[in-house]
């Protein structure tokens, strides 16, 4: 709602007309020149008007407060970490000692879980938001689909990774392998590439469709050469965001299995790993102050990383997003 | 597709050129919308992969462990001599923490709602609300950090017999990361209130904070309190923050001061901890999870059933 709405907070028009006829109970004397009902109502509206201030001025803290813990967050993290963020530390291996420690690993192993993620979480997403938004009969079971979607995207990271730790893990023997985290977090942000793409896929008007129907193309053309292209952006900064959830999680990584301690940096797909939050998780369990300044300064690293990604999804919305 | 046309039309067995790209493409047009069908499957198979391991597992588990113990013990001991599992002290654990971030997430999520759709400057929502949204962006470890080094000293420095790692710290930043949900799923349901209702209010002489509370709140109530729901829902869900703050002493206990442990930092710990594959130990993770999962689940389809059965309609 915008500001323009009429809500003035005090002004409200005073019936004192409307209540001046109100003839006085028999019996009582004749009312005073100032009647009294109508002096209760201004003590009574003044009361309001004050309550409504303070209300407003309650709310107003109350949205406050969010922002700043938020920058004491910031604060606390710079303060502890951004003395320990030197290139020595993004160029280092994990280490016993604090001076050599570094993240080379985590980043790498970072970088390795959203490259996967994002090439099996793109198709699989996209695909089924196009099924669901364009090929899907309206019946029941396209109805359990959307709630079974919706229901997935609420279960707990930790669930994901008790479901990776069986299946990929175990079942297809994938071991603790950057694969299996980068299969378990795809299935963690399905839901959330689904909704962001359909949601892009529904804001295609239907004069494009058939406008494509009408020149003789299929649905599968329609889609692939008109709806696609234009839904393209908005799907890319769903990913996107979805993407940055994922590279910030630790839960399902712990399920999972990313190592506590790593010497090597990964090279392959079935190689072991660890995650930037895993680090973070790692550094930060020790009672060491120094080891917990590691961790406020990969989250500095990881913060940074994650501001990127959401500032890139933000520049894609504006820069190619066309309104119909 | 036109190119054929033309190619098809300079030849005299035009007809059947045009009936066999028509057909190419009509099988294409099957593949591709088997293919995409087996995408969608992916998103079913996840869910009955998720409830399939979780009790697959976990029957092994309560073949040793009777269905009433688990459920009604009250020691959750599994590396004891004498291991217990009752899920009790992990449930309480669970509950003691979202409860604590409800109270902080609640008042302060709803007020900031009411601040942004009713009171706010367009200018002042439009930066608000973002970093506002940020706060659900922020990773959990990062969460945890700050709570463990900045919000547990400042507990402690009021509360001096706190121990290291207690439930409050992790309450309060897990509210503080869930006010996002609550206020943007309130905000938009007090939006979608139609401008007649204020009107009407303001008309029979309310003021602004009357016509807030008493004509937009309850309008939109459904969403606010689906919003409640799902924000508690996540927080039961929440794995990180309490695994850094809130540490791993499984007790049954009210006490926020304390150290307790919840069902997702056991689920964290006990496969952190490498326990090996097969033992009771190991399983537990899964009946935990199971009880985890259903907890949410229940949840977060109440939040749909409120959203749907109690909203009102204005048309």
């Known amino acids: 709602m915008s500001g323009e709405r009429p809500g003035p907070d005090v002004r409200v028009p005073r019936p004192s007309v409307a209540r001046a006829p109100e003839a ?103 695909g089924t938001a196009i099924w669901l938004e364009e090929y899907a009969p309206n019946n029941r079971f396209t109805r359990i689909v959307q709630t079974n979607i919706a229901n997935l995207a609420g279960v707990p990271s ?152 959401n500032a890139a999804a933000i520049w894609l919305r504006n820069r190619y997003t066309r309104k119909f | 597709m036109a190119t054929e046309l033309t190619a098809a039309d300079a030849r005299p067995n035009a007809r059947t050129t045009v009936d066999r790209g028509l057909r190419a493409r009509r099988r294409q047009e099957r593949v591709v919308g088997f293919v995409l069908f087996g995408f969608s499957a992916v998103s079913i198979l996840t869910t009955l992969g998720i409830v399939a391991v979780l009790l697959f597992e976990s029957s092994t588990f309560f073949r040793q462990i009777p ?10 001991s599994p590396l004891f001599e004498s291991p217990h599992y009752g899920i009790l002290p992990l449930l309480s654990g669970s509950l003691l923490i979202a409860g604590g971030a409800a109270i902080v997430a609640l008042p302060l999520g709803l007020a900031a709602a009411i601040f942004l759709s009713e009171y706010a400057h367009d200018r002042v929502r439009r930066v608000l609300k973002p970093v506002l949204e940020i706060l659900a962006g922020v990773p959990t470890v990062v969460y945890g950090y700050f709570a463990l080094t900045f919000v547990t000293p400042l507990i402690r420095a009021i509360v001096p017999s706190t121990s290291v790692f207690n439930a409050a710290s992790a309450a309060i930043v897990m509210g503080i990361m869930i006010i996002p949900m609550v206020s943007s799923l309130s905000e938009d349901a007090m939006s979608a209130v139609p401008r007649s209702l204020r009107e009407a ?99 977060n389809i109440l939040s749909n059933v409120v959203l749907r059965r109690f909203r009102e309609v204005y048309e």
């Open chain 1, 24 to 126: 006085p109970p028999a019996g009582e004397p004749p009312p005073a020149p100032t009647n009294r009902n109508d002096d209760r109502f201004d003590v009574r509206l003044r009361a309001r008007a004050r309550f409504g201030t303070v209300f407003a001025v309650l709310c107003f803290l109350a949205t406050l407060i969010g922002v700043l813990v938020l920058a004491a967050l910031l604060v606390d993290i710079f303060r502890d970490g951004f003395h320990r963020l030197t290139p020595a530390f993004l160029n280092g291996m994990p280490s016993r000692f604090v001076e050599r420690a570094g993240i080379k690993p985590a980043l790498v192993g970072s970088a390795w879980v959203m490259v996967l993620t994002a090439i099996v979480s793109f198709p699989l997403g996209v």
């Open chain 1, 158 to 309: 930790i669930v994901y990774g008790i479901l990776g730790l069986t299946l990929f893990v175990r079942g297809f023997a994938l071991g603790r392998s950057i694969l299996a985290a980068a299969f378990t977090l795809s299935l963690l942000i399905l839901p959330v590439v689904i909704i962001a793409s359909q949601e892009a896929i529904k804001a295609v008007p239907n004069s494009i469709r058939l406008g494509a129907y009408a020149l003789g193309a299929t649905r599968w053309e329609a889609i692939r050469y008109q709806v696609f292209p234009l839904a393209l952006p908005g799907i890319m900064t769903g990913t996107i965001l979805a993407l940055s959830r994922a590279i910030g999680e630790a839960a399902p990584v712990i399920m999972v299995g990313a190592l506590g301690f790593i010497s090597f940096v990964p090279t392959r797909p079935l190689d072991g790993f660890t995650v930037i939050p895993f680090q973070i998780f790692s550094w930060v369990s020790r009672p060491q102050v120094a080891f917990q300044e590691l961790a406020a300064a990969a989250s500095i690293v990881l913060l940074a990383l994650l501001l990127t990604m």
């Open chain 2, 67 to 76: 269905l009433i113990e688990f459920f009604t013990g009250t020691r959750w």
């Open chain 2, 201 to 299: 209010a303001y008309a029979l002489g309310a003021t602004k904070v009357e016509v807030a509370t008493r004509t937009v709140v309850p309008a939109a109530l459904s969403g606010i309190i689906a919003s409640f729901i799902l924000a508690i829902s996540r927080a039961i869900g929440e794995t990180m923050i309490v695994t850094i703050a809130a540490g791993a002493t499984a007790v049954l206990t009210l006490n926020p001061f304390t150290s307790v442990q919840t069902m997702t930092a056991f689920i964290a710990e006990t496969a952190k901890g490498e326990a090996a594959h097969g033992t009771i130990e190991y399983q537990s993770i899964f009946a935990v999870g199971l009880t985890l999962f259903a907890i949410t689940l229940l949840m």
